[in-house]
Nanobody, 127 residues
Framework: QVQLVESGGGLAQAGDSLRLSCAASGLAFSRHAMGWFRQAPGKEREFVAAITWSGTSTSYADSVKGRFTISRDNAKNTVSLQMNSLKPEDTAVYYC????????????????????WGQGTQVTVSS
C-alpha cells in the first residue's frame, strides 16, 4: 500500500519559517507529480503547491506564491515544502499527496487529481 508521512509541522510566530517533509513508500515515486494541500478549521481543503514528476515545473496558490517553495528528491522519495514569512492565516493541517497518474505533463491542482494522501501535519502560526 502507498504510504505518505508528513513531518516538520509545529508552532511558529508570524515571520518565521518552517520546512515540511513528506516521505513516500509503496509507489513509483519518481513517476508521480506531488502536491501539498492544507485545511484550516472550518474550511475546505485547499491547494498549496505542486511539482511535476521530473521536478522541472512547479505551481503555487496565489496566497503562498513568493513565500513557499516545493521541491523533491527522487533518490530519497521525499517532497518538501519550505515555508517562509509565515502568517497566521497559514495555520492549518498540511497534507502531502501523490498524483493518480504517471508522468503527467501538466501540473495537477485539484484534490481529485491526487490518489494518495498523508495523514497531515499541524502548522500553527501566532501573531
Amino acid at each position: 500500500q502507498v504510504q505518505l508521512v508528513e513531518s516538520g509541522g509545529g508552532l511558529a510566530q508570524a515571520g518565521d519559517s518552517l520546512r515540511l517533509s513528506c516521505a513516500a513508500s509503496g509507489l513509483a515515486f519518481s513517476r508521480h507529480a506531488m502536491g501539498w494541500f492544507r485545511q484550516a478549521p472550518g474550511k475546505e481543503r485547499e491547494f498549496v503547491a505542486a511539482i511535476t514528476w521530473s521536478g522541472t515545473s512547479t505551481s503555487y496558490a496565489d496566497s503562498v506564491k513568493g513565500r513557499f517553495t516545493i521541491s523533491r528528491d527522487n533518490a530519497k522519495n521525499t517532497v518538501s515544502l519550505q515555508m517562509n514569512s509565515l502568517k497566521p492565516e497559514d495555520t492549518a493541517v498540511y497534507y502531502c499527496a501523490a498524483d493518480l497518474l504517471y508522468y503527467r505533463s501538466t501540473l495537477p491542482s485539484k484534490p481529485a487529481d491526487f490518489g494518495s494522501w498523508g495523514q497531515g501535519t499541524q502548522v500553527t502560526v501566532s501573531s
